[in-house]
């Protein structure tokens, strides 16, 4: 994209920025909590795998929720959608700001997972929807928005959780309220499609084995991934502020890896081999905090460090499901954010068990040998992902896929063609990127 194009991307209506702003925040809430793990383990009086859970009902409520956005948006639209969403995050935000008890604010995180899989699900076809400048222009903005977010949560968990641990989940309720009104106001309704989406077709697709496989890959990635995010912050002994630089360096390498690494490595070496590279790097890192789980500034650097793998990863495996998935890419989309999420939000508990029955080196470990298994399992799918590539370099295979999906697929956002697109984005570009 060039110079002009870039800047252009940043001139956009009110509804954009309204969505964006809402973007940021919600992006924000992956790294926000993890700076005071440490005091909400301290000041409730709660074991470190009760802590953990605040993950754990995040995810697996945003997984299956996954499977139902689109049912969801389908019948209601896509702006219904968006605040029923945002009025999710907001309440149980509050809520979970109110609490008294660990196992209070770990049932609230479980409503604001199912909030925020509504909202993510459908943030991106409304940007494009109301984007002037085309849609690679609402791309950059989106991935600007994914970026602020998932480098500044944690350092705004830090700041406030150096106040109260309260401060964090207060905070998102309030910025997010104010993205509601924003988004009530200025962004204008969406059409309800007339022919209403199966409930069933994400959980059918996976009797095809590519899709399994690659999101099997997924989420044994997500499970060392995670591993590190949840439980690696106790192994610190730092304060939340400190915890917040930490992991806002480590949300710095992951914006910056997933939207400008990977696809530089992607084109020099191909995705089978930039994602073994990656699989490896991340299972490296896993084996250092590990190995040397007592020493904190080991792992201070190990966590900062793979910034850069889960980055590639949350791109490249995406990637690589849409790529050589037999099935309209909504629906793919809506299946590998399944099956990872469920990795990532049962490995954090895991690992609190784990160090509860063993000691702290065995989560870590476990988390590298997965990331091996992942890519021992992705190796089986190699020849789709190397015809894959080869079908990119074609001149007309991005627009060519968008037709085969607009006539394979019932829309549920927005017109047929730009849903087959803003699913695929979606997908690539969110963390969830995790995540």
């Given amino acids: 994209m060039s110079s002009t194009s870039f800047a252009s991307s940043f001139r956009q209506p009110r509804a954009v920025w309204a969505v964006a702003f809402a973007c940021v925040i919600s992006f924000m809430g992956i790294g926000l909590v993890d700076p005071i793990l440490p005091a909400l383990s301290s000041e409730l009086d709660a074991t470190p795998s009760q802590v953990t859970l605040l993950f754990t009902s995040y995810l697996v409520v945003t997984a299956i929720a996954m499977l139902f956005t689109g049912w969801v948006s389908g019948r209601i639209g896509a702006k219904r959608t968006l605040i ?158 400190q915890l917040g630089f930490v992991f806002f360096g480590w949300g710095l390498l992951v914006a910056l890896f997933a939207v400008f690494g990977a696809p530089l490595l992607k084109s ?19 084996l250092v905090i590990g190995i040397w789980a007592e020493s904190r500034w080991v792992v201070v650097g190990a966590v900062i460090f793979s910034g850069i793998f889960v980055g590639l990863n949350n791109t490249l495996v995406t990637t690589a499901v849409m790529s050589i998935a037999p099935v309209p890419r909504p629906v793919a989309s809506a299946t590998y954010g399944f099956v990872r999420f469920i990795g990532g939000g049962l490995a954090p508990f895991a690992a609190g068990k784990l160090v509860e029955h063993f000691d702290v080196h065995v989560p870590f470990v476990l ?55 803003t699913a695929l984005a979606d997908d690539q570009r969110f963390g969830a990127r995790h995540a």
């Fill in 268 to 286: 020099r070496f191909g995705t089978p081999r930039t994602l073994y590279g990656a699989l490896l790097g991340m299972a490296a890192v896993s």
């Fill in 84 to 241: 029923v969403g945002l009025v999710l995050i907001v309440v149980f935000a509050a809520a979970a700001g109110a609490s008294g008890s660990i196992d209070q604010i770990v049932g609230f995180r479980a409503g604001w997972g199912l909030g925020n899989a509504l909202f993510i699900a459908t943030s991106l076809a409304v940007i494009v929807g109301a984007a002037s400048g085309g849609f690679s222009g609402a791309i950059v903005l989106y991935e600007a928005a994914l970026g602020i977010g998932i480098a500044t949560g944690p350092l705004l968990g830090g700041l406030l959780g150096d106040i109260s641990w309260r401060g964090p989940f207060f905070g998102v309720a309030v910025l997010m309220l104010v993205a509601l009104v924003a988004t009530a106001v200025l962004v204008e309704p969406t059409p309800v499609p007339k022919d209403k989406p199966s409930i069933l077709e994400p959980i059918l697709a996976l009797k095809h084995r590519s899709l399994a496989t690659t999101s099997v890959t997924g989420l044994l990635y997500n499970w060392a991934f995670f591993t590190i995010l949840g439980y690696a912050p106790f192994l610190m002994h730092l304060s939340a502020m």
């Fill in 367 to 421: 988390g590298a040998v997965v990331v091996l298994v992942g890519a021992i399992v992705l190796s089986t799918v190699r020849p789709a992902l190397d015809a894959a590539d080869r079908e990119e370099q074609q001149p007309d295979s991005s627009e060519r896929r968008a037709a085969e999906d607009a006539v394979r697929t019932v829309p549920t956002l927005e017109e047929e063609a730009v849903l087959a697109e």
